[in-house]
């Protein structure tokens, strides 16, 4: 049976649409009015590799079995959707209309699915040993999650790296490192039903007989996710210097030492709050996957644009390590010169 699918946010969003819609299901995307335009002309371009494939695939949406629609966030019509997927970054949430469609998703009981890096707040509730922990510090504005239910948000850890090339046109993404989306279950049974069916259907696409890389994978862990951590703040964060920033390649490589143990203090963290070492991903593979990743973050990309503000996982996870007793000086570090790159653009007085 077809499920309809929300997705809110249209670039990483649309890789996760594109594996629903090969899948036969149908997806709305809420985005820009301009955007919303484009991809109901002209449909979302998803460039993929599969396995032993020396290039890419475009797959596009138009010759796919589920329906691709676009819209703005006030234009929804909320009582068609079986399921809610984030995927804009945690900053957006703030926007005015996003902020009231938020409040009428919660008021509906959808169950939210999120593939952001940055968890939503009634997820990190659901944990025990965060969910009385003042974190709120690490959001842009935490009333946004303040009307949801925990028992109906999960997070789906969005380990595919993909971006948009700058010089094409706002419905093309490239995935540069096709790994599964990591889910964790819900509360209700009956949307665990759901996201398996939705797992199992993506699970049997071929495309010309051969298996298409990026899964969902459901875990009954809540930790699963948080492995993802260790990865951020690894790699991602430290693409941001005091100086221009840097791949995630040479911010993982650049000194392995240091790398490995902000890694494992990481994964000690999440082990510490109940996540089992086989939640976890080693870091020799994370190494080695980094190899490949020659760009910088996109929370660096942001910053070295101008963005007032990013997802902050850095400041989150520091919040929790501090709060845990658990604190690390490179992590605090990291902190820092992130507040500094940020603050450097209010200093100049650019933003005003």
């Given at each position: 049976m077809a499920r309809n699918i929300l997705i809110l946010g249209a670039s990483y969003g649309s890789l996760l649409a594109t594996k629903l819609l090969m899948a036969g299901h149908n997806v709305t995307l809420i985005c820009r009015k301009n955007t919303a335009e484009l991809i109901n002309r002209d449909g979302t371009e998803v460039r993929i590799k599969l396995r032993d494939e020396p290039n890419h695939r475009a797959i596009f949406s138009r010759d796919l079995p589920g329906k691709l629609d676009a819209t703005s966030p006030d234009k929804v019509d909320l009582p068609r959707y079986d399921l809610v997927g984030l995927a804009m970054?945690?900053?957006?949430?703030t926007n005015h209309t996003i902020r009231v469609l938020m409040i009428k998703i919660a008021a509906a009981k959808l169950p939210c699915l999120s593939i952001m890096n940055m968890p939503p707040l009634p997820y990190l509730k659901r944990i025990p040993g965060l969910a009385d922990m003042n974190l709120e510090e690490a959001y842009t504005n935490a009333q946004v999650w303040e009307r949801f239910e925990p028992g109906l948000v999960t997070l789906?850890?969005?380990?595919?790296?993909?971006?948009?090339?700058?010089?094409?046109?706002?419905?093309?993404?490239?995935?540069?490192?096709?790994?599964?989306?990591?889910?964790?279950?819900?509360?209700?049974?009956?949307?665990?039903?759901?996201?398996?069916?939705?797992?199992?259907?993506?699970?049997?696409?071929?495309?010309?007989?051969?298996?298409?890389?990026?899964?969902?994978?459901?875990?009954?862990?809540?930790?699963?996710?948080?492995?993802?951590?260790?990865?951020?703040?690894t790699g991602n964060y430290r693409c941001i210097t005091p100086e221009e920033p840097q791949s995630i390649r040479d911010a993982v490589h650049g000194d392995l030492?240091?790398?490995?143990?902000?890694?494992?203090?990481?994964?000690?963290?999440?082990?510490?709050?109940?996540?089992?070492?086989?939640?976890?991903?080693?870091?020799?593979?994370?190494?080695?996957?980094?190899?490949?990743?020659?760009?910088?973050?996109?929370?660096?990309?942001a910053v070295a644009a101008g963005a007032p503000f990013?997802?902050?996982?850095?400041?989150?996870?520091?919040?929790?390590?501090?709060?845990?007793?658990?604190?690390?000086?490179?992590?605090?570090?990291?902190?820092?010169?992130?507040?500094?790159?940020?603050?450097e653009r209010l200093e100049s007085g650019a933003g005003i």
């Amino acid at each position: 049976m077809a499920r309809n699918i929300l997705i809110l946010g249209a670039s990483y969003g649309s890789l996760l649409a594109t594996k629903l819609l090969m899948a036969g299901h149908n997806v709305t995307l809420i985005c820009r009015k301009n955007t919303a335009e484009l991809i109901n002309r002209d449909g979302t371009e998803v460039r993929i590799k599969l396995r032993d494939e020396p290039n890419h695939r475009a797959i596009f949406s138009r010759d796919l079995p589920g329906k691709l629609d676009a819209t703005s966030p006030d234009k929804v019509d909320l009582p068609r959707y079986d399921l809610v997927g984030l995927a804009m970054q945690e900053p957006q949430y703030t926007n005015h209309t996003i902020r009231v469609l938020m409040i009428k998703i919660a008021a509906a009981k959808l169950p939210c699915l999120s593939i952001m890096n940055m968890p939503p707040l009634p997820y990190l509730k659901r944990i025990p040993g965060l969910a009385d922990m003042n974190l709120e510090e690490a959001y842009t504005n935490a009333q946004v999650w303040e009307r949801f239910e925990p028992g109906l948000v999960t997070l789906c850890s969005p380990d595919p790296q993909a971006f948009r090339p700058p010089e094409e046109a706002a419905n093309v993404l490239h995935v540069g490192l096709p790994t599964n989306f990591k889910a964790s279950a819900f509360a209700d049974p009956a949307h665990n039903k759901l996201l398996r069916e939705l797992e199992a259907d993506i699970d049997a696409v071929k495309l010309d007989g051969q298996d298409v890389p990026v899964k969902l994978k459901v875990f009954d862990s809540l930790f699963v996710p948080l492995a993802k951590w260790s990865m951020l703040l690894t790699g991602n964060y430290r693409c941001i210097t005091p100086e221009e920033p840097q791949s995630i390649r040479d911010a993982v490589h650049g000194d392995l030492n240091v790398s490995q143990s902000i890694y494992e203090h990481v994964d000690a963290v999440a082990r510490r709050l109940g996540a089992d070492p086989g939640d976890q991903v080693p870091f020799a593979k994370y190494a080695k996957a980094a190899e490949s990743l020659l760009k910088p973050s996109s929370a660096a990309r942001a910053v070295a644009a101008g963005a007032p503000f990013i997802e902050r996982v850095d400041l989150l996870v520091k919040l929790i390590s501090h709060q845990l007793g658990m604190t690390n000086a490179n992590i605090d570090r990291t902190v820092e010169v992130v507040d500094q790159k940020l603050n450097e653009r209010l200093e100049s007085g650019a933003g005003i």
